[in-house]
């Protein structure tokens, strides 16, 4: 099999017990954390791993509950400046032998349950945890304290649009209470 990842942990569904739970942890050296910080986009990752178990429901289908944990750093949306978050998070996926095919419309309609999975003969957790690291990654990190992000645009050498500019109506308003003026 050929690593399409920068991190993979291979298990081959049949060579598993059917009749016990397997444990598993997945835990990435150093260097392929590296290879996934540089992948998702993130300044750093520590302490990654993904321990659990699968074991098989019914006589073809395969259940996996583990919990996915990472201390992991990005750069602040608003100052640049790390953020450190720590994710601890549940993964729960079923592997199911007859499993809804994906659409290859463009509209199709998701399922409520987005656990289910296609079964395969092997099933590689490090996909299962760069997923789920992905979707548990906070989109706008940010330091504490940083305030609110104001964009103020403008040509150069000249005074950028305040919030009266952006809003030229809004001086109309005034004209609703007695006695008011407009003034600039």
């Known amino acids: 099999m050929q690593a399409t990842t920068p991190f993979e942990h291979v298990l081959r569904l049949d060579g598993l017990s059917p009749h016990q739970p397997h444990s598993f942890l997945a835990q990435p050296t150093s260097e392929e954390n590296e290879s996934i910080a540089k992948l998702l986009g993130v300044s750093r990752l520590r302490k990654l791993r993904l321990a659990g178990r699968i074991e098989q429901l019914g006589s073809d289908d395969w259940r996996l509950e583990a919990e996915l944990g990472a201390t992991v750093t990005q750069e602040c949306v608003i100052t640049l400046e790390p953020v450190v978050t720590r994710i601890d998070r549940p993964v729960v996926r ?91």
């Open 94 to 184: 079923k592997y199911l032998h007859n499993a809804p095919e994906p659409s290859s419309d463009d509209e199709a309609e998701i399922d409520e349950d987005d656990s289910i999975e296609p079964l395969l003969p092997e099933l590689d957790l490090g996909e299962v945890l760069i997923e789920e690291l992905a979707l548990a990654l906070p989109a706008y990190p940010r330091a504490i304290g940083a305030g609110p992000f104001e964009a103020r645009y403008g040509p150069p050498d000249t005074d950028p649009l305040g919030e009266t500019s952006v809003k030229p109506f809004a001086s109309l308003a005034k004209l609703k209470i007695p006695g008011a003026k407009i003034s600039d």
